[in-house]
């Protein structure tokens, strides 16, 4: 099995990390070189040449290692001698310095401490995991080393009585360089750990190569729902809602063939007010459903908002909502086509406030079109909502009519703020004086009690609230939006957050 983009990418960051340290310490040998001349110049001629002749050494190998790794002619022993030769640098400096100054001078010298704790900073950088622990335990030799077989036996009487001059100093420094370096290695084990559960991480979050998981949102009876991007090879992206199914589901290939099936003719569902379901897969072991991102409420939100006023909502913003409920399932139940050319006749099944999506624009999305046929012929019984259920489904007696009545109790309620109760007249002016007779013809033919005295299509039932007096449609679509603004806003004092939406596209906070 290949590296993974990520390690790969990283093994290429790498690469150019060592040819830029490699300009790095040409730079630094040509201020070596600079700066030993100056200095013997002014002040110590032998120690300003040793530093001269010594970093001109080195600049011969860092550029011939440089112009080898530009050209890609480098070969793969390359940087493990690049290491020794970098490792050789500090004790280079400190033998230079006993030999042009004395051993005195060599000791009390920063230049080589700084070049050891350098070096070692480089191969952390570079995530060698036991360089960093090889140069400090290079560097605790180095200054017993020479203290005791070129320092001690040439240093004056009068010198060892300072305490930079005594072994003590000697083996702190040591101790110092030593766990330096170990410092240094626990740090590459730290950094190698955080990259490869970095790396892991995101291979958990990419599914199929197009999305990614960015966030966790909220969860439902079924799955969790993932605030996620389509991330195509193109360079854009593109939010989108990610469902992961539970065990539970997953445990049930019935359940999730239906699930899968009923994901399938909803993803022929391409409307304007239908939530687009964009992909079904299967991933390390998981099962997910890609769905359009709504960035909103549910419709719930805005019933609870009608209720709340006891009166209910605008009639012209209520009108605009059921003129998109009903073009949506419109669409569903005659408008897609399937590959015979025939209409699809999705039907959803289980319409309510909760299922329908209203985003900041102003957009009316109906969602969750797959769920209740999943569950229904996995269960074998009928499914709804209560309150918002056609009277003939509970003999299990369903059409698109049924799916209109639930529409037309869902305008109802945003319309009175109430639900209706079974069996009540659909006189709505009676309810409230201030609608026009246009709105009982409606509810007339979207909620009758039999489905045979109810309207034979959507369209129909758009084209009567189409003759209810309203203002232009965009006007009243920025109402809308400034309502779902407003009604997030509110729920996001009381609660410290928005309402979310779970991952069938309902509520999933009640508030």
């Not at 630094?28 to 002014?42: D, H, M, S």
């Not at 500090?90 to 010298?109: K, Q």
């Not at 909760?354 to 569950?375: P, R």
């Given at each position: ?22 300009r ?12 030993g001349?100056?200095y ?43 290491a ?11 033998l ?31 995530l060698?995991l ?31 009585g ?24 626990l ?7 955080v ?10 979050r ?5 999305f ?14 993932y ?5 195509p ?26 699930f ?11 409307h ?7 992909d ?34 605008d ?15 419109a ?14 006749r ?24 797959w ?39 869902i ?16 006189l ?44 232009d ?9 400034t ?14 957050g ?14």
């Amino acid at each position: 099995m290949g590296e993974s983009p990520f390690l790969i990418a990283l093994s290429s960051g790498l690469e150019r990390l060592e040819r830029v340290l490699l300009r790095v310490w040409q730079l630094l040998c040509l201020l070596g070189i600079v700066t030993g001349l100056v200095y013997a110049a002014l002040v110590s001629r032998p120690l300003g040449y040793a530093c001269a002749l010594g970093s001109s050494l080195f600049l011969i190998w860092f550029v011939i290692a440089g112009n080898l790794a530009d050209r890609g002619e480098a070969p793969r022993s390359l940087s493990g001698i690049n290491a020794a030769v970098e490792a050789l640098v500090p004790w280079a400096f400190l033998l230079g310095i006993v030999w042009s100054n004395g051993p005195e001078y060599a000791l009390g010298s920063w230049v080589p401490p700084f070049l050891f704790c350098s070096s070692i900073v480089t191969h952390v950088a570079r995530l060698r995991l036991w360089a960093p622990a090889i140069l400090g335990a290079s560097g605790a030799l180095a200054y017993p080393a020479t203290y005791w077989f070129f320092v001690v036996d040439r240093l004056p009487p009068s010198a060892l009585g300072f305490l930079l001059n005594q072994p003590s100093t000697q083996h702190a420094r040591s101790v110092t360089l030593a766990a330096s370096g170990l410092i240094g290695t626990l740090l590459v084990f730290g950094l190698h750990s955080v990259i490869v559960g970095a790396e892991s991480a995101a291979r958990e979050r990419e599914l199929g190569g197009r999305f990614r998981v960015v966030r966790d949102h909220s969860a439902g009876a079924t799955g969790v729902l993932y605030e996620g991007e389509y991330c195509p090879e193109g360079g854009f992206s593109r939010k989108v809602a990610i469902r992961r199914f539970h065990s539970h589901v997953t445990d049930h290939a019935e359940l999730l063939d239906g699930f899968r099936q009923a994901a399938f003719h909803a993803a022929q569902l391409v409307h304007p007010n239908i939530v687009q379901v964009h992909d079904f897969l299967r991933t390390k072991g998981a099962h997910y459903l890609v769905l359009e991102w709504v960035d909103g409420v549910s419709l719930d939100a805005l019933t609870r908002t009608a209720r709340a006023t006891r009166q209910g909502l605008d009639p012209e913003l209520v009108a605009y909502v059921g003129l998109e409920l009903f073009a949506g399932l419109a669409h569903a139940h005659s408008g897609a086509l399937g590959p015979d050319g025939h209409p699809l006749r999705v039907l959803h099944r289980d319409l309510s406030p909760d299922g329908i999506l209203v985003s900041t624009a102003g957009e009316v999305k109906l969602g969750g079109f797959w769920v209740a046929a999943a569950l229904r012929d996995f269960n074998r019984q009928s499914e709804g909502h209560h309150g918002y259920m056609a009277p003939e489904c509970a003999a299990g007696t369903v059409d698109e009519r049924s799916d209109l009545y639930s529409a037309g109790a869902i305008v109802w309620e945003l319309l009175l703020g109430r639900r209706r109760t079974p069996g009540e007249a659909t006189l709505s002016t009676e309810i409230r004086p201030d609608l026009t007779p246009e709105w009982d013809r409606f509810f007339a033919r979207a909620i009758a009690h039999a489905p045979e005295a109810r309207a034979e299509s959507a369209m129909e039932l758009m084209a009567l609230l189409a003759a209810v007096p309203r203002r232009d449609a965009s006007a009243t679509r920025h109402d809308l939006a400034t309502l779902v603004s407003h009604v997030r806003a509110s729920h996001a004092a009381r609660t410290g957050g928005y309402e979310a939406l779970n991952v069938d596209g309902k509520g999933a906070d009640r508030g």
